[in-house]
C-alpha cells in the first residue's frame, strides 16, 4: 500500500526566502506525481505534474523534482511571498485497482510566508 | 475556461435529511471523483466513475451514494446523512483519453450534518 509523508507538516519564513517542501512515497512504481496548494476553505490547484520518466518540472518561481529511485519529490519556492501562504499537497499515482491506478495524497504542509 | 463546478459551496442540514451535492465538468473528461477532506485524515475519496454508467467505490463509500447518467454530470447523494459526514467534500475530473493524470478540482462543498 502506498503511503506518502510530507515534511515538516508546517513551515513559516520570511519573504523573500527560497524554500524546500518534502515528499516521500513508499511503492516506487509511480505513474505520476502532482503537487498542488490549497488556500483555507478553497479547492485544490494544481501546481506541477511530474511523470514517472521526468525528473522535474518548472512553472515560474516554482521547480519539483522527483527521484522514483528513493521516493522523493521536493518542491522548490523560490523568492517567497506572502501570496504563496497556503497548503501545499502533493499526490502520487500508482498502479492499482483502475486503468487509471489509484491517487494516495500526503498530509500537506501549511507555508505561511511573513511580510 | 475549464472547470469543475460544485453545488452548493456551503450547506447545513440535521441528520436524516436527504442531500445532492452536484458536480459538473466542462472538459469532457472520463474519469470523475468525490473527495472528502478532514482534518488530521487528509483526503480520503468517497466513489469515483471511469465514464458514463461506470461507478465504484473508494476507500470511504459507506453512507454515500453516486451517479453517473451523464458525463459531464457527477453528483453525490447522501441518503441519511449523519454528523459523521460532516466534512468538506471535493469533486475532481480527469481526462483519460490522450491523458497526462492531471487531476482537476473543484472549490469544494462544506457540509454540516447536525
Known amino acids: 500500500k502506498q503511503e506518502v509523508t510530507q515534511i515538516p507538516a508546517a513551515l513559516s519564513v520570511p519573504e523573500g526566502e527560497n524554500l524546500v517542501l518534502n515528499c516521500s512515497f513508499t511503492d516506487s512504481a509511480i505513474y505520476n506525481l502532482q503537487w498542488f496548494r490549497q488556500d483555507p476553505g478553497k479547492g485544490l490547484t494544481s501546481l506541477l505534474l511530474i511523470q514517472s520518466s521526468q525528473r522535474e518540472q518548472t512553472s515560474g518561481r516554482l521547480n519539483a523534482s522527483l527521484d522514483k529511485s528513493s521516493g522523493r519529490s521536493t518542491l522548490y519556492i523560490a523568492a517567497s511571498q506572502p501570496g504563496d501562504s497556503a497548503t501545499y499537497l502533493c499526490?502520487?499515482?500508482?498502479?492499482?485497482?483502475?486503468?487509471?491506478?489509484?491517487?494516495?495524497f500526503g498530509q500537506g504542509t501549511i507555508l505561511t510566508v511573513h511580510p | 475556461e475549464a472547470q469543475v463546478t460544485q453545488n452548493p459551496r456551503y450547506l447545513i442540514t440535521v441528520t436524516g435529511k436527504k442531500l445532492t451535492v452536484t458536480c459538473s465538468q466542462n472538459m469532457n473528461h472520463e474519469y470523475m471523483s468525490w473527495y472528502r477532506q478532514d482534518p488530521g485524515l487528509g483526503l480520503r475519496q468517497i466513489y469515483y466513475?471511469?465514464?458514463?454508467?461506470?461507478?465504484d467505490k473508494g476507500d470511504v463509500p459507506e453512507g454515500y451514494k453516486v451517479s453517473r447518467k451523464e458525463k459531464r454530470n457527477f453528483p453525490l447523494i447522501l441518503e441519511s446523512p449523519s454528523p459523521n459526514q460532516t466534512s468538506l467534500y471535493f469533486c475532481?475530473?480527469?481526462?483519460?483519453?490522450?491523458?497526462?493524470?492531471?487531476?482537476?478540482f473543484g472549490e469544494g462543498s462544506r457540509l454540516t450534518v447536525l
Open positions: 475532481a475530473s480527469l481526462g483519460l483519453t490522450g491523458f497526462t493524470g492531471e487531476l482537476f
Open positions: 499526490a502520487v499515482r500508482t498502479p492499482g485497482g483502475t486503468s487509471y491506478g489509484k491517487l494516495t
Open positions: 466513475s471511469m465514464n458514463v454508467e461506470v461507478t
